[in-house]
């Protein structure tokens, strides 16, 4: 009798500890996925520090869990790609991205957020490569004391509202600076036919040695301004970059020859078309400038054919 109450005792204690193990291996299981859906959740809205928290937690209901442990690392990879993009550092974080969609088991969430990332960066990219392009045809303009045309390319940019976004404050911040250079020199021209010819030729005379002293001095003039924070891929794409910029007045329409038509030429010809200067805009008297030297002829005999 002893025996089988022995037996029946031993069995007994056998079914508790395994309902207890089997319970307590339920409760574990059932806290590991709350905690898997609750890091997904996380993520949807944009809270990854407490998703990464909620990878760590279920990491300690199941050690060394594979899937836990890959979007954790997908997570990190994640919040470290879009602090590289804040910091404007587009190449870097354009990799970084493509590591994300690269781990085994990881969020289909972050996945699809990756690969819209890289989009927006290729695009970020473009424009910039663009806008580069327009601010430096500006900066040249600039230089040649094409101050109103300067500002015509200038205003493509300020008319774009894409380029008032955070990824380009600083392109904003040197067309800005490169505005107020170009007001200043328009300040600075007195136009022919006022009421004093010798102030004029003064002003064209102080505009000519001005940008003689900036060809001459690198650090004088526009080339203080500072530059656009580019990085060597973004420069090169830069000097690369052929597209169309719906220029209002294109490059080639300031050369004469290969070189830009100044303002001391343009100043010049209008003396010599007297009241009738007045009724034409700068880009006139370049055609007439262009027309005469191709013709051979004056720019007052191109203005009457």
Same mark, same amino acid.
């Given at each position: 009798m002893k025996r089988w109450t022995w037996v029946i005792a031993t069995l007994v204690v056998i079914l508790l500890v395994g309902g207890y193990a089997f319970s307590r291996h339920q409760s574990i299981e059932k806290q590991y996925h709350l905690e898997m859906t609750n890091a997904e959740a996380a993520?949807?809205?944009?809270?990854?520090?407490?998703a990464e928290n909620y990878f760590q937690d279920a990491l300690t209901r199941r050690n060394n869990d594979k899937i836990a442990t890959h979007r954790l690392k997908q997570t990190k990879i994640f919040v470290n790609a879009m602090s590289q993009l804040e910091? =404007? =550092?587009f190449a870097t974080s354009k990799k970084t991205f493509a590591q994300v969609y690269k781990i085994h088991d990881g969020s289909q969430t972050l996945n699809t957020r990756a690969h819209q990332k890289i989009k927006e960066i290729n695009?970020?990219?473009?424009? +910039?490569t663009k806008y580069n392009k327009i601010l430096k045809y500006a +900066?040249? %303009?600039?230089? #040649?004391?094409?101050?109103?045309?300067?500002?015509?390319?200038?205003d493509r940019l300020f008319n774009d509202k894409t380029f008032k976004k955070g990824y380009y404050?600083?392109?904003?911040?040197? #067309?800005?600076? %490169?505005?107020?250079s170009n007001k200043t *020199?328009?300040?600075?021209?007195?136009?022919? *036919?006022?009421?004093?010819?010798n102030a004029s030729q003064s002003s064209a005379n102080n505009n000519s040695?001005?940008?003689?002293?900036?060809?001459?001095?690198?650090?004088? *003039?526009?080339?203080? %301004?500072?530059?656009?924070?580019?990085s060597s891929s973004e420069q090169q794409a830069a000097n690369n970059y052929s597209g169309s910029n719906e220029f209002t007045v294109t490059k080639k329409d300031t050369e004469l020859n290969g070189k830009v038509i100044s303002q001391d030429q343009i100043n010049q010809a209008r003396q010599q078309l007297g009241n009738k200067s007045g009724q034409l805009s700068d880009q006139d008297v370049r055609n007439l400038i262009k027309e005469a030297a191709q013709k051979g002829i004056s720019v007052s005999e191109a203005l009457q054919q």
């Open positions: 993520i949807k809205d944009n809270n990854y520090t407490a910091k =404007h =550092h695009q970020v990219q473009k424009n +910039r +900066r040249e %303009l600039n230089v #040649a004391q094409e101050f109103s045309v300067s500002n015509e390319q200038l404050t600083d392109l904003w911040k040197s #067309a800005k600076q %490169l505005q107020k *020199g328009l300040s600075q021209v007195v136009m022919p *036919g006022s009421t004093n010819d040695q001005q940008n003689q002293t900036q060809n001459n001095n690198p650090n004088s *003039g526009v080339s203080s %301004l500072p530059e656009p924070n580019l």
